[in-house]
């Protein structure tokens, strides 16, 4: 049984674990866990100029965790993953192991993908610089795939729990009134359309910034001299899965456990959970999200007071005009500009 394992930290409702995950989660029942929510490590781990094998290599060792994440979640359960992109290096061309992963995980461990989701970075940096910003061939990756997938086709979830405010536009039609008809695309918009139900639904874009300055953990961080974690995601990323596919008192594992975010929002929310973490540089610093609780705070109230609730992307053609001055590099940009 995992519970005789000694956690590193013990705290209310969670346990934190010193070591490689696999051990842990060998330890574990069978059907024993509601929620497997990780951010897995992504960077691909030996460079190659071009070619498969670092792609089949990672699939490779996610192999044995795949296995243990079928073994022990419940049938009703679910698993998320959030994945970055990656470049291939030395050529402008986009790794696709995070695609072969989700194939992988639904065609050999039988997973079934619930839905894709995005999680969009406003924050992040146009790179790598030499295709986006020197040669210009390429645009500025800022979106993470988020794979939610589970055992059943029927993993428990509520929309309910993440509805987001209307937009403009539906706040407009929901005053200005909506005429019931058939659009183009063939969908029969009816009347229930342009009913007020207080929220929207949300689409399966997750827009939340990465810029996290002046939390208690980066200041527990900097008091203690401890290094942060280099790659944390935002907690709304965790909580927003963790709202929507869990109930309080439910088990919530992260498997690859950093700087435990994932611990922590779960005990927020009132979720058990199990953090596990290989490196323990991380968790001299995931300790400080533990040691005072951080003032009633949630992450969206948070983002609200930031100002940051709403986000607006630009129709693409803003800026478009039908004065096209210079013709694309012929050689696609393979000769780098001076
Ligand atoms: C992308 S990071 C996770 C960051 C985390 N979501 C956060 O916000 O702090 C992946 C983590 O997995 C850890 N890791 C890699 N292999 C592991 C293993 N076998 N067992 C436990 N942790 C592992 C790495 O040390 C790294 O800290």
């Given at each position: 049984m995992e519970r005789e394992l000694t956690p590193w930290l013990k705290t209310r409702l969670g346990r934190i674990f010193h070591g490689d995950s696999l051990n842990v989660m060998r330890c574990r029942e069978d059907s024993s866990v509601d929620m497997i929510l990780t951010s897995p490590p992504f960077a691909l781990t030996r460079k190659k100029d071009y070619g498969n094998e670092q792609e089949d290599e990672y699939l490779e060792w996610f192999r044995s965790f795949a296995l243990e994440f079928r073994r022990i979640l419940k049938p009703d359960g679910s698993l998320v993953i959030d994945l970055g992109g990656a470049w291939k290096p030395g050529i402008p061309v986009r790794s696709l192991y995070h695609f072969k992963l989700l194939i992988m995980l639904c065609e050999e461990y039988d997973f079934h993908l619930a839905q894709e989701f995005y999680w969009w970075n406003p924050s992040k940096l146009p790179t790598p610089a030499e295709w986006?910003?020197?040669?210009?061939?390429r645009v500025k990756d800022a979106v993470n795939t988020v794979w939610w997938l589970a055992k059943s086709p029927w993993p428990r979830a509520s929309n309910r729990r993440v509805l987001q405010p209307y937009s403009d536009s539906m706040r407009d039609l929901l005053n200005n009134g909506y005429k019931a008809k058939l659009r183009p695309s063939g969908h029969d918009i009816s009347e229930k359309f342009a009913r007020d139900n207080g929220a929207a639904i949300p689409p399966n874009l997750i827009a939340v910034p990465n810029t996290e300055s002046n939390s208690r953990y980066l200041r527990y961080c900097a008091k203690n001299e401890v290094r942060a974690h280099p790659a944390r995601f935002p907690a709304s990323v965790p909580e927003y899965f963790i709202r929507m596919a869990t109930d309080r008192g439910d088990l919530v594992l992260d498997p690859?456990?950093?700087?435990?975010v994932t611990g922590e929002v779960a005990e927020r929310l009132e979720r058990e959970w199990v953090c596990v973490e290989i490196k323990e540089e991380y968790l001299l610093g995931a300790k400080g999200r533990f040691e005072e609780p951080e003032q009633g705070c949630t992450t969206a109230k948070g983002a609200k007071k930031a100002g940051e609730g709403y986000y607006r992307i630009p129709h693409p053609g803003l800026l478009w005009d039908d004065e096209e001055r210079d013709l694309l590099p012929a050689d696609g940009g393979r000769k780098r500009p001076q």
């Open positions: 986006v910003n020197i040669r210009r061939v690859f456990g950093g700087s435990c």
